[in-house]
């Protein structure tokens, strides 16, 4: 079955600091890939996405690029805020109108002034 | 902007006790689902809905039913409540069409005492 592995936390950063959360995937066909974010007592919001092989999701500073020959979509910011602590999560849905989204299990990042 | 709406934010049941979470979706979107976050497990499916009154297992629906009676609502039943159900639940929906954006709802944090 489909699967995502991310790395295991926690993460701890100073601020300013280089971001990579590593995330691979096993899946069959062509999937879409997300990172989705979790601030503290909140729900996940979508940060980023990917549908196709090569695509580039960016959205405030984080980027991650679909990589299919690696199956990887790697996370990375290039200097982080204090305000960027959270869980951050991987997922992929594997296509279709009734496709399901699997989850990583999650990053948890700490980033200290 | 979608709005995910669960109606409540904090509950606290005893054992034995049915309880609904319900949740209210304003995007007219055709999916919808049912998850509990829980630490070092990640977010796991309870079950899914194609569409009004249809409705899919997912990975971990035992102890758990659900309703969907009209396309912006979807309850989750928990039908005698034990401990090992307390947690994050989180709701969310889509669009019926491959690879797009699950938007979430904020949680619903359960204790069962």
């Known amino acids: 079955g489909n699967s995502v592995t991310q790395m295991e936390g926690p993460v701890t950063l100073s601020e300013e600091a280089f971001l990579t959360i590593n995330c691979t995937y096993t899946?069959?066909?062509?999937?879409?890939l997300f990172w989705y974010v979790q601030y503290p007592g909140e729900g996940l919001q979508l940060l980023l996405k990917a549908t196709k092989a090569d695509d580039k999701g960016s959205n405030k500073g984080f980027e991650a690029t679909y990589r299919k020959e690696t199956t990887s979509f790697h996370l990375e910011k290039g200097s982080v805020q204090v305000s960027d602590s959270a869980v951050y999560f991987c997922?992929?849905?594997?296509?279709?109108?009734?496709?399901?989204?699997?989850f990583g299990k999650g990053t948890k990042l700490t980033v200290n002034p | 902007d979608v709005k995910v709406t669960q109606s409540s934010r904090y509950l606290v049941k005893r054992t034995g006790e049915k309880v609904f979470l319900e949740c209210v979706q304003d995007m007219d979107h055709e999916n919808m689902f049912w998850y509990r976050q829980d630490p070092g497990l990640g977010l796991r499916l309870i079950y899914f809905?194609?569409?009004?009154?249809?409705?899919e297992k997912g990975d971990i629906p035992e102890g758990y039913s659900v309703s969907r009676e009209k396309k912006e609502r979807f309850s989750l039943i928990l039908e005698s409540a034990s401990t090992n159900q307390t947690s994050m639940y989180l709701c969310?929906?889509?669009?019926?069409?491959?690879?797009?954006?699950?938007?979430f709802g904020e949680g619903s944090w359960l204790t069962v005492v």
């Open positions: 997922a992929l849905s594997d296509g279709g109108g009734s496709e399901k989204l699997v």
């Open positions: 809905s194609y569409d009004v009154k249809m409705k």
């Open positions: 899946a069959t066909g062509y999937p879409s």
């Open positions: 969310a929906s889509r669009t019926w069409t491959a690879g797009n954006t699950i938007y």
